[in-house]
């Protein structure tokens, strides 16, 4: 199985920030990575794929890059409705597999 | 627009079966060529992929659930469902459908129901 980790696992921030979340794969996946956000009580939320391809309706602040097993998610500037849980999963093979998270809170 | 809704018990006696339902309306799972999936998130901790199947039937699941993982289609009913054998308590999860859009351009879980709660109890 391929392993995804995230760094950090939590992280603090302030509005108007930018943040970037980090995730690893324990092999190459190319650009096969998605991202999704989850806030509490509530199912995840698509908002990357292949990278760095933005999901309709996404807002613009949030970029996604990288390749191979680097990859990382940036919020250019956190709104108060950014702080939530973030996942990276990876669809390069089988199993499908999720980071652990990264909880994304207000400072 | 394209809406998920998983059913089913919330509680299972340890080593019974666990059946989930869900239910998609405003698309037909027998002729959109997607593929439809089984998410779970343990109480506090992070997502695992259970399982998908095909419009056509066809599926493949997470070899870490040892075969005790099976997935269907009620097309009648625009359903898929989805039956865990000889559960325990770490099988106690929150249960997500979703959509899967593998594979292709968009290869992710881009639809997703809102949950059911599963506690695993006797």
């Known amino acids: 199985d391929i392993q995804m980790t995230q760094s950090p696992s939590s992280l603090s921030a302030s509005v108007g920030d930018r943040v970037t979340i980090t995730c690893r794969a324990s092999?190459?996946?190319?650009?096969?990575i998605n991202w999704y956000q989850q806030k509490p009580g509530k199912a995840p939320k698509f908002l990357i794929f292949?990278?760095?391809s933005l999901q309709s309706g996404v807002p613009s602040r949030f970029s996604g890059s990288g390749s191979g097993t680097e990859f990382t998610l940036t919020i250019s500037s956190l709104h108060p409705e950014d702080f939530a849980t973030y996942y990276c999963?990876?669809?390069?093979?089988?199993?499908?597999?999720f980071g652990q998270g990264t909880k994304l809170e207000i400072k | 627009q394209l809406q998920l809704q998983e059913s089913g018990p919330g509680l299972v006696k340890p080593s019974e079966t666990l059946s989930l339902t869900c239910t998609v309306t405003?698309?037909?799972?027998?002729?959109?060529?997607?593929?439809w999936a089984w998410i779970r998130q343990p109480p506090g901790k992070g997502l695992e992929w259970i399982g998908s199947?095909?419009?056509?039937?066809?599926?493949f699941y997470n070899p870490s659930l040892k075969g005790r993982v099976t997935i269907s289609l009620d097309t009648s009913k625009n359903q898929f469902s989805l039956k865990l054998s000889s559960v325990t308590a770490a099988d106690t999860a929150l249960y997500y459908c979703?959509?899967?859009?593998?594979?292709?351009?968009?290869?992710?879980?881009?639809?997703w129901g809102q949950g059911t709660m599963v506690t695993v109890s006797s």
């Open positions: 979703a959509r899967d859009q593998t594979p292709g351009v968009v290869d992710a879980f881009d639809v």
């Open positions: 405003g698309d037909s799972i027998s002729s959109s060529s997607y593929y």
């Open positions: 199947i095909y419009y056509s039937g066809s599926t």
């Open positions: 092999q190459s996946i190319s650009n096969y």
């Open positions: 292949a990278a760095s």
């Open positions: 999963q990876q669809s390069y093979s089988i199993p499908r597999t």
